[in-house]
């Protein structure tokens, strides 16, 4: 039986060369054209973005293609056609792997992403240009009605008016890929009045441009009589002047107050918070970087997680809570400083509470009742009229420092550490692991339970206390001047 006969392959002609590949020139040079319009500004870079991510495997389906018609022509002439090689691997790997990233990249919501970015007060935008637009709003303000200020991204200043008028000037920004695609969105996004039963709302209206950047700050004045409700998502806030309340909800920005006659309440996401001049109660709660009261005539209540706190000069009773911290007294007179290691008082009125942990602790002029708790830091308390005291700390060492002629009883336990006295009247017995404390000094009076572990307990008469003045530093001559240097910002 005869074995079928093979047909032998194409030989290829002597001296004639196998074609080089077109495909990856091809794909090259569109990229390269591309990106030339964009970097000439033809192209935005939003939606090139958007388009590649969507469409970038039609390259691949065109590098598919040039190929097969390659090795169909190859077919024709009888000559080998050319293979893919390393160097179209690897624009392979980088188109689909670009492309990918092009493609998740593309859906992001990059506005969303920035709002969770601290940036700062400027304005960075990642595609596009910012156009601006400046509105005015004006109306009679009715008797008696609340001013509701609504703003997503912007700042907001309120201020006074001298009339029974609300104006309102509003600065735009939208960021867009040109300036008519800007103009098509300024109408939709002009911010509102609007008056319902006894409201008066502000609508920056900063949602109209769909997923582009609508930044507007609002200036306003309006009758001082007024409340004012603001509600802000991002940007600073600052009402000045002000007889009505003030309750302000911020998610991120600066928040500040002044001269206000009403309640002020915050409730904060981010930022910092400053209040001053305010005839009543103050409420803070939220969380924030720095917060800051001073001159309030009323209360005030603080609640949640605030890097630091700064009060001063408040007259009624003051509340701080929060995850470590428990704090009550009565009234400040002086200052109060407080963060996540320290807190510093001076001042203060009594009854005194201060439940904490893990922070250096130092009060001076107490008035009345003390209870303090602390551990992993150091306790000073320095009194001004003795009241009844309970005192617990835990690593770390408790002073007292008690008027000279005060009377008083004392119960202090320390384990694993001494106890130390001003006053001849108390017996103190420091043995090998525990050492106590007890008497009365001049007769007795309010009860002073002080108990530490792993710490020392000093109780020292207020005289002890009083600064010798330091000498004075001797002449000497005139310093030399010095060299300038550059610093690094």
Request: net charge negative; charged share 20%; proline share 6%.
């Amino acid at each position: 039986m005869a074995s079928p006969v093979q047909a032998p392959p194409p030989v290829q002609r002597q001296g004639q060369r196998q074609r080089r590949s077109l495909a990856g020139p091809v794909v090259l040079i569109l990229l390269g054209v591309v990106l030339l319009l964009a970097t000439l500004g033809v192209l935005h870079p939003q939606p090139l973005l958007r388009f590649f991510g969507t469409y970038w495997p039609a390259l691949i389906i065109l590098w598919g293609v040039i190929k097969l018609v390659e090795y169909q022509q190859a077919q024709k002439e009888g000559t080998r056609p050319s293979g893919i090689g390393a160097g179209g691997v690897v624009l392979l790997i980088f188109l689909i792997v670009f492309g990918l990233s092009a493609t998740q990249a593309s859906r992001f919501n990059w506005d969303e992403i920035r709002d969770h970015i601290d940036l700062g007060d400027e304005e960075i935008q990642l595609f596009g240009h910012t156009y601006s637009y400046d509105d005015q709003l004006q109306q009679a303000f009715p008797a008696g009605a609340v001013l509701r200020i609504v703003n997503d991204r912007g700042a907001v200043n309120v201020t006074v008016s001298d009339d029974n008028q609300i104006r309102v000037l509003a600065h735009k920004r939208i960021n867009a890929d040109n300036q008519q695609e800007a103009d098509k969105f300024n109408p939709g996004t002009k911010p509102q009045i609007n008056i319902s039963d006894n409201a008066v709302t502000v609508n920056a209206n900063t949602q109209g441009a769909g997923d582009h950047s609508v930044t507007t700050d609002l200036d306003v004045s309006m009758p001082r009589k007024a409340p004012v409700v603001i509600t802000s998502r991002r940007g600073d806030v600052s009402v000045l002047g002000r007889d009505g309340d003030v309750e302000i909800s911020s998610q991120r920005g600066d928040v500040s107050t002044t001269d206000i006659n009403g309640k002020v309440n915050l409730n904060l996401a981010r930022g910092t918070a400053r209040v001053s001049n305010v005839s009543s109660d103050v409420t803070v709660q939220g969380r924030a970087d720095d917060v800051s009261l001073e001159d309030v005539k009323g209360s005030a209540r603080l609640s949640g997680e605030f890097d630091t706190i700064k009060l001063s000069k408040i007259a009624n009773a003051v509340s701080f809570k929060s995850a470590r911290t428990d704090m009550e007294f009565s009234k400040l007179s002086g200052d109060l400083d407080m963060d996540s290691g320290d807190m510093r008082a001076s001042d203060l009125m009594g009854p005194f509470r201060l439940l904490t942990r893990s922070k250096d602790v130092r009060v001076t002029g107490v008035n009345g009742d003390v209870r303090l708790e602390n551990e992993n830091g150091a306790v000073e308390i320095r009194m001004n009229k003795l009241g009844n005291m309970q005192v617990s700390n835990r690593n770390s060492d408790i002073q007292i420092y008690l008027p000279d002629k005060a009377s008083f009883q004392v119960d202090a336990h320390s384990r694993g550490g001494e106890i130390e006295s001003d006053f001849d009247a108390l017996k103190i017995d420091n043995g090998d692991n525990q050492a106590t404390a007890s008497g009365a000094v001049g007769g007795g009076g309010p009860h002073l339970v002080i108990n530490n572990e792993h710490g020392g307990i000093e109780l020292r008469k207020g005289s002890s206390v009083a600064e010798v003045p330091s000498p004075p530093k001797p002449p000497h001559g005139p310093t030399p001047p010095k060299v300038p240097v550059p610093t690094e910002n």
